[in-house]
C-alpha cells in the first residue's frame, strides 16, 4: 500500500481536506483503488461532543463513527463509505495508550510521547490500512504546522516513512500563499517558513500545494522551490474557484496525478468507474454552467456557520445538478424568526423551505414558526431530524389541537409530550458516542413520495438523535391526516412523515444527506429540489438514467 501524507501550514482552514479528496478523487480516476483518514490533533475522543460553531458539522459513518466533517468530503468525492476508525484523534491515541498502562501491557516502562503515544498512532493507522483492499490511503493531519497538538502525529509520519520506505510514501505540504492587494504581489514567504518548520521537525515535503487565490506564476513557483528544496514540477496551486468539486480538476490540469503516480511507481490495477475524471466534468459543468436557480431557507441554530450544515449544503448541491440548476441558500436564524411579525417577508422569494437537525431549546419556536408556514402556504418543506420532529410538534398543536404539545427535550413537564426520549436512552449519563448513531433499515410504505423518490421497500440510512415520535401519539396524528409513510425495522419507530395533498412536505428522522454523492444525490433532497423547482416555474432537465446513479422511478417523470 502506497500513503499519502497532507499537512498544512500557515493558518488553519487552509483546504487540506479538499486537496486530500482531490488527490484520492484523481488517483481514483487513474484507476488506483484509495481510501481517506483523518488525524484530528485536538484531545476530544470525537467530534461528537464539539460546539459546530467551533469545529463544523459532526459527520456521521455508517458504523455510527462522530467525526469530523473532511470525512464528509472524502466519502463525497471519492464515493465510498468510510469506518469511524478512519478518524484518529488526540483523545483516541491517549484514551488507548492510558488503558494499555493500566492493564500493564508496558511492562513497567515509563509511558512517554516517544515511542508510546506515536507508536500508538502509527499503529491505529497500519491497522486500519491493513482493513482495506486498496492501492492508497490519503491520510490528511489536522491543524496547522507549528501547533503543538499536531507535533505527536508529525513524529509519526517522520517514522513511518522510515519504516515503510520513501517509494511508499509520499508527503504533500499545503500552505497559504497570500496576495498583498496593494501591489499584486504573490508573497511565498509564509510558506517558506511553514515548510522550514516542517523540515525542523524531520519531514521534508515531496509536494507542495499552495493554496493561493490564482495560479502561480512561474517566479513564485521558483522561488518556493529554491528556498523549500522541493522540485518546481512538484508545486502545483489550488486557487480560488467558484466549487470545491472543480479542485480535482484543476489539480490535475496541472499534472498533479501524473506526478504523484510516477513518484508512487503507481500501476493501475483496476478499472476506474471513471475513467479521465469524465463524468466528474460533466458534474462540475452542471454546477458552474446551471441552467435556472431555485432560493431556499435553511432554518437552523447555527447559520452563522454554514459549515455547521456542510453535508446538507452539499446535498442541495447535488440534488440541483441532477437537475441543471443552483441552489441560492439563504440562511435563517431560528431566533430571529421567533420575533419576526411577517412570516411571509421572511419568506419572500423562497421556493422551498427546511428546518435543520440541531439540540436543545433555543430557536425551537421560530422553528416550529417555519414549520408553520412552510405547512400552511403549501411552500415545498424538508424537515431533518430535529426538524422532523418539530414538525410533529407543529401538527400536534395546529391540527390536533393539542395545546402544550412539545419534545421533552425542551419542556420537560409539556402536557402533551408528542416527541419523547428513546427508551434505551432513559439510564445514558455520557454524552459522548451514545446516541443512535449510524446506519439503520427502514422501511417505506406504498404509495408514498418517499417509495417514489428511492423506489425501494427498505432503504438504509444514517441517524443521530436521542429522541423519537412518542408512539402514544401515533395513532391520533394518523387519524388526524399525517401520514407515517416510514417506520425502523425494529421497533417501528417513526422514520418518515408527509402530509397528503401538499407539494412537498416530507420529513425524515435520518439525515439522509449524509450518504448523498456528487453522481447519485440523496433522494429526499432531490425530490424537495424539483418541488421547488416547479414552484418557482423553472424549468428541469434531469441527467438521463444511466449517466449518474439515481434510478430512475415515477417522480423523474
Known sequence: MKYVFVTGGVLSSVGKGIVTSSIG??????????????????????????????HGEVFVTQDGGETDLDLGHYERFLDIELSKHANITTGLVYKRVIEKERKGDYLGQTVQIIPHVVDEIKDLLLDYGRSLDIDVLTVEIGGTVGDIESLPFLEAIR???????????????????????????????????????????????????????????????????????????AIFTSYDVSSIYQVPLILDEQGLG????????????????????????????????????????????YTALPDAYLSISEALVHAAAWIRLRVHIKWLRAETLEETASLAEAFRDIHGIMVLPGFGRRGTEGKVKAI?????????????????????????????GLKGANSTENDEECAHPVVDLLPEQGNVTSKGGTMRLGGYPVILSRPSKIFDLY????????????YEVNPKYIRSLIDAGMNITGVSESGGRVEVIELPGHPYFIATQFHPEFKSRPLRPSPPYLGFVIAAARAAGVPTRPVLPGKGGVKETRWSQ
Request: hydrophobic fraction near 35%.
Open 25 to 54: 478523487k484523481i488517483l481514483q480516476s487513474a484507476g488506483s483503488s484509495v481510501s481517506s483518514v483523518k488525524m484530528d490533533p485536538y484531545v476530544n475522543v470525537d467530534a461528537g461532543t464539539m460546539n459546530p460553531y467551533q
Open 159 to 233: 517514522q513511518f516513512r522510515m519504516e515503510q520506505g520513501y517509494d511508499n510514501t509520499l508527503f504533500v505540504h499545503v500552505p497559504l500563499v497570500p496576495e498583498l492587494k496593494s501591489t499584486g504581489e504573490t508573497k511565498t514567504k509564509p510558506a517558506q517558513h511553514s515548510v522550514q518548520e516542517l523540515r525542523r521537525i524531520g519531514v521534508q515535503p515531496d509536494v507542495i500545494v499552495a493554496r493561493s487565490a490564482r495560479l502561480l506564476d512561474e517566479a513564485s513557483r521558483a522561488k518556493l522551490a529554491l528556498f523549500t528544496s522541493v522540485p518546481k514540477e
Open 258 to 301: 501524473a506526478y504523484v503516480e510516477r513518484r508512487l511507481s503507481l500501476a493501475n490495477r483496476r478499472r476506474s468507474l471513471d475513467p479521465g475524471l469524465k463524468r466528474w466534468r460533466e458534474f462540475v459543468e452542471r454546477v458552474v454552467e446551471p441552467d435556472g436557480e431555485v432560493t431556499i431557507a435553511l432554518v437552523g441554530k
Open 372 to 400: 408553520h408556514y412552510a405547512r400552511t402556504s403549501s411552500t415545498a418543506f424538508l424537515g431533518i431530524c430535529f426538524g422532523m420532529q418539530l414538525s410533529v410538534v407543529e401538527f400536534a398543536r395546529n391540527v390536533l
Open 455 to 466: 423506489g425501494e421497500d427498505v432503504i438504509n440510512e444514517r441517524h443521530r438523535h436521542r
